[in-house]
């Protein structure tokens, strides 16, 4: 029996060293057939383009330098993605349901920093972001767009600039701070109709950002800087 036993805790121990197993990436293009599961990590490689407008990623969306990563969804398309949305130097990162009108669901992080020269980035529309979004150092025409969402997290858009107008930060729940500084436009932009748990900070805007599209923020803390009258 103590034989057995030994044998036992030995084969116990080499079942302990084995890894688990980790599913591989799955590079896009091309883009995922609907109602697909990506089991791990999506990629989007060096200067692609990929859309996602109804599917599962179980791991993170890694958008690579120059790529474009977008997701659509029509009416009763549903997005899900389990990990992070990350991107730098990217082109573009756009999530919308305004459009179509399905639904998209972020259980991490969306990153989007130092990206340029698409259209815009970020989201709008029946999104929910469980953890942060940042949109930060990013440069095109209408700028960060964080629009009509859920942020569990805390909201952060910084240092962009943009040719014609934004950045565009409106309509959003958003539960912890918001920080909302440095950006430079062409013309003024819009941070208004947010509901927000923590703090809204802005600084170095320029112009100063206003509330003329809906209305002030609802802040449970502070209103500090160039929003302390928004």
Same mark, same amino acid.
């Given at each position: ?8 805790l ?17 590079? #896009?293009?091309?883009s /995922? +057939?609907a109602g ?7 990629? @989007? /490689? ?12 179980? !791991? ?21 993605? %389990? =990990? ?20 998209? $669901?972020?259980?991490?992080n @969306?990153?989007?920093?130092?990206c ?5 980035? !970020? ?7 469980? =953890?942060?979004?940042? #949109? ?13 969402g859920?942020?569990?997290g805390?909201?952060? @858009? ?6 014609? =107008?934004g /950045?565009?930060?409106? +309509? %959003? ?10 950006? +430079? $436009? ?18 170095? %805007? ?8 809906f209305? /002030? %923020? ?8 160039? #929003?302390?009258?928004?």
């Open positions: 029996m103590k034989h057995f036993a030994t044998t036992m030995t084969f116990g121990i080499m079942l302990a060293a084995v890894p688990s197993a980790r599913a591989a990436d799955t590079t #896009c293009p091309p /995922p +057939s697909s599961t990506i089991h791990g990590n999506l990629i @989007v /490689p060096t200067n692609a383009t990929c859309e996602l407008d109804d599917g599962t990623v179980t !791991g993170n969306v890694v958008v690579g330098t120059g790529a474009t990563f977008q997701s659509i969804p029509d009416t009763g398309q549903t997005v899900t993605i %389990n =990990g992070n949305i990350v991107g730098d130097r990217c082109k573009a990162i756009v999530l919308d349901t305004t459009e179509g009108g399905g639904m998209i $669901s972020v259980e991490g @969306v990153s989007i920093k130092n340029a020269n698409g259209r815009n980035s !970020g989201y709008s529309g029946r999104i929910t972001i469980s =953890g942060n979004f940042v #949109c930060a150092n990013t440069s095109s025409s209408f700028g960060c767009v964080a629009q009509s859920i942020v569990q805390n909201l952060t @858009v910084d240092n962009n600039s943009s040719a014609i =107008g /950045p565009f930060v409106v +309509s %959003n729940r958003v539960s912890g701070n918001v920080d909302f500084s440095g950006n +430079s $436009s062409a013309n003024a932009p819009e941070l208004s109709g947010n509901t927000i748990g923590g703090n809204l900070r802005c600084f170095d %805007n320029s112009p100063a950002p206003g509330d003329d599209i209305g /002030p %923020n609802t802040v449970s803390g502070n209103k500090e800087g160039q #929003c302390a009258g928004l």
